[in-house]
C-alpha cells in the first residue's frame, strides 16, 4: 500500500529588509494572543496589552540529523526587531544585555521546555502607537555547531473601534511547551479557539474544525486515539492523526459572519520526512525575491535520503490566516513561489506532499 507524507513551509514578505528547521515558540497568559488592537477612539492599546500581558518569544529549532529539538549556541546569538540584517535593529549589546534603546519594550530572559533551558525575549512594551500602526516582527538568530538559522515571528496589529473579529487558537499538549510539533514523548497537542473581539472573547459563536486533506478542507470527526472532538470550540489530536506536517482550520461563524483560523502540526515520529530543499533559509522573504523547492523524502531513521521507494512531489499553496487555496496544484520535482504572490497574499503555507503509490 502506498504512502503520503507532507510538508509544510511558511513564508513571509517582509519590506524591512544538516537541515535545521527553524520554529519560534510562544508563551502567553491563556485566553490572549500576539495581535495588538489599538482602538483609535481612546487611543491606546485594548488588547493585547503586553504591560499587562506579556509574551515570551523562544527559539525552538529542531534538527533532522538529531530527530529532536536542539539547543541554540548562545555565543554570537542575537534577537532583532523588524529587520534581521540591520545592526541598529539587534535588541541585544555587545555584552548580551538589551541595549538602551529598547529597554522599554524587551527583556531577556529564559524558558524551560522539557528539562532544557533556552533563551528567549520577553515582549513587555507595546510595539504600536498612534504613529506606528504596521505589523511587527522579532527576528532570532544563532547557529548550531556552525550552521546558521533564522526563526521570526510576526506582531499582528489592527486598529478597532470595538468591533473587530479574531480567532485565536491555544495549544496545550502533553510535555507542557504549548509545541505544535507531536513526537515519541509529546503524543498529543490539544487545540482550544476562542473568538474575540478587540481581543475580548465574545459568546455566541459555533465552531467547526477541518483538516486540510487530498487537497480539500474536510470537517473533522472524532476518532479515538487519533483525533478526538472534545466540544465544538476544542479537538484533542495525537501522532496518529497527522503524517508528516499537516494544517488544520477552524471556522468560527458569529452574527452570519465566518472567520478563519489555521494552525499546523508536526509529527516527527514518522519513519519518513520530507526534505524541502528550500532556497530560502528562514520563513521571511526579501521583497522581490523567488523562491524554489526541490523537495527529497528522507529516511528518518538513517537519515539519508529514502531510496527503497518511488516518490512522486506535489505542491498547493494556501493563505495563511483563511487557509484558502492560491493558485492551482503543481506537480514535479521541483516549485517555485514568485514573490509577486508574496507580494498579493502577505503570507503563504506551502504544502508539499510526496506520494509513493
Known amino acids: 500500500m502506498g504512502q503520503q507524507i507532507s510538508r509544510i513551509k511558511n513564508l513571509y514578505k517582509y519590506e524591512d529588509g544538516d537541515q535545521i528547521t ?71 549589546d555587545g555584552n548580551g544585555n538589551v541595549k538602551a534603546a529598547y529597554a522599554s519594550l524587551f527583556e531577556k530572559t529564559t524558558i524551560v521546555i522539557s528539562g532544557a533551558t533556552y533563551p528567549a525575549l520577553k515582549i513587555k512594551g507595546n510595539l504600536c502607537s498612534a504613529q506606528d500602526l504596521t505589523d511587527k516582527h522579532i527576528y532570532y538568530k544563532s547557529t548550531y555547531r556552525g550552521k546558521p538559522f533564522t526563526c521570526s515571528e510576526r506582531i499582528p496589529v489592527q486598529t478597532t473601534v470595538g468591533n473587530a473579529k479574531e480567532v485565536l487558537i491555544s495549544l496545550t499538549t502533553e510535555d507542557g511547551s504549548g509545541s505544535n510539533v507531536l513526537s515519541n514523548t509529546n503524543r498529543w497537542v490539544e487545540m482550544t479557539a476562542v473568538l474575540q473581539r478587540a481581543g475580548a472573547s465574545i459568546s455566541g459563536a459555533t465552531f467547526q474544525w477541518q483538516k486540510w ?37 477552524v471556522v468560527a461563524t458569529h452574527d452570519g459572519e465566518s472567520l478563519y483560523k489555521t494552525q499546523q502540526l508536526t509529527d516527527i515520529a514518522d519513519p519518513y520526512y520530507i526534505y524541502d530543499g528550500c532556497s530560502q533559509a528562514g520563513d521571511a ?73
Open 285 to 357: 522573504v526579501e521583497e522581490g525575491v523567488d523562491v524554489t523547492f526541490h523537495p527529497v523524502v528522507y529516511d528518518r531513521t538513517k537519515n539519508v535520503p529514502d531510496t527503497s521507494n518511488t516518490w512522486s512531489f506535489s505542491y498547493q499553496m494556501l493563505n495563511m490566516v483563511t487557509g484558502a487555496q492560491v493558485g492551482s496544484v503543481a506537480t514535479g520535482s521541483s516549485f517555485t513561489v514568485l514573490h509577486t504572490v508574496l507580494d498579493e497574499e502577505k503570507g503563504v503555507s506551502v504544502v508539499i506532499s510526496a506520494n509513493n503509490e
Open 22 to 92: 527553524p520554529r519560534m515558540g510562544v508563551s502567553i497568559d491563556e485566553g490572549f494572543g500576539l495581535t495588538q488592537y489599538w482602538d483609535e477612539q481612546q487611543g491606546k492599546v485594548v488588547n493585547t496589552d503586553f504591560t499587562k500581558h506579556p509574551a515570551t518569544l523562544y527559539p525552538l529549532p529542531y534538527s533532522s540529523k538529531r530527530g529532536q529539538y536542539i539547543l541554540p549556541e548562545t555565543q554570537g546569538q542575537q534577537w532583532y526587531y523588524n529587520n534581521p540584517e540591520t545592526e541598529t535593529a539587534g535588541i541585544l
Open 213 to 249: 486533506t487530498a487537497g480539500a478542507w474536510t470537517n473533522v470527526t472524532s476518532q479515538l486515539g487519533v483525533i478526538e472532538v472534545i466540544s465544538s470550540n476544542k479537538i484533542k489530536v495525537y501522532g496518529a492523526g497527522v503524517d508528516g506536517e499537516e494544517i488544520f482550520r
